[in-house]
């Protein structure tokens, strides 16, 4: 069966440093692979997605960048992090186009 | 984009009631989701109905896609059934390289009161 893995769980950074999330799937293969985030309140909004290694989309403009060096491997980054990034990272994958899509279990990241 | 609401955005339960969520969304979709979010943040699947009708235990959806609304059942809820509950939709932007994305409403916060 499938699983995905994101770590850290929580982090807390200091305005202006680096950031890095990463997220791994297994048990499938060429998945599509997305970042989203989660303000306070409650809407989910679509960050990048990837349909394959080095292939990224940005749906928004930002402070962040995404990377896929491997198959199942998605990276978030910053280079220097800002207050407003604060919130709740999810990562996800999908089968393919209209596939189901499943999540992972969160990065909680506190920006002071 | 295509537009997804849901009501109620507050529902309170006592625990043994039973309740409807409602997702209207303003486009034809190729995909359809609802989640659970627990109280610790992980998204639950609930079901991928972009149409018809489904049951898991005391769930149960079903989405009408020509009228564009999905209603997700709630039967004798239980306090564990507290969360966040989301509605999701997919429309195939006619590409098939651009990837599939899911369009997120704001939720309905359940809480099942003991």
């Known amino acids: 069966s499938q699983t995905i893995h994101q770590w850290p769980a929580t982090l807390v950074q200091p305005v202006g440093s680096p950031l890095s999330l990463e997220c791994t799937v297994e048990g499938t293969s060429n998945p599509n692979l997305y970042w989203y985030r989660q303000a306070a309140g409650r809407g989910l909004q679509l960050l990048f997605y990837?349909?394959?290694?080095?292939?990224i989309s940005s749906e928004v403009p930002q402070n962040l960048s995404a990377s896929r060096p491997q198959d199942r491997q998605f990276i978030l980054s910053s280079k220097k992090l800002l207050l407003s990034d604060s919130g709740f990272y999810l990562c996800?994958?999908?089968?393919?186009?209209?596939?189901?899509?499943?999540f992972g279990p969160g990065t909680r990241l506190t920006v002071l | 984009g295509i537009q997804v609401e849901q009501s109620p955005p507050d529902l309170i339960l006592q625990e043994g009631a039973n309740s409807t969520l409602r997702c209207n969304f303003s486009?034809?979709?190729?995909?359809l989701q609802w989640f659970h979010q627990n109280p610790w943040g992980q998204l639950i699947n609930l079901f991928y109905?972009?149409?018809g009708t489904k049951q898991n235990g005391r769930l149960s959806a079903t989405t009408v896609a020509t009228e564009r609304y999905s209603l997700l059942y709630i039967s004798s809820s239980q306090t564990t059934d507290s969360g966040v509950y989301f509605c999701?939709?997919?429309?195939?932007?006619?590409?098939?390289?651009?990837?599939?994305?899911?369009?997120f409403g704001e939720g309905t916060q359940l809480t099942v009161n003991p």
């Open positions: 999701a939709v997919e429309r195939f932007p006619g590409e098939e390289t651009s990837g599939s994305r899911l369009t």
């Open positions: 486009d034809s979709v190729n995909n």
């Open positions: 109905i972009p149409s």
């Open positions: 996800a994958w999908a089968g393919g186009l209209g596939a189901e899509q499943f």
């Open positions: 990837s349909i394959g290694i080095d292939q």
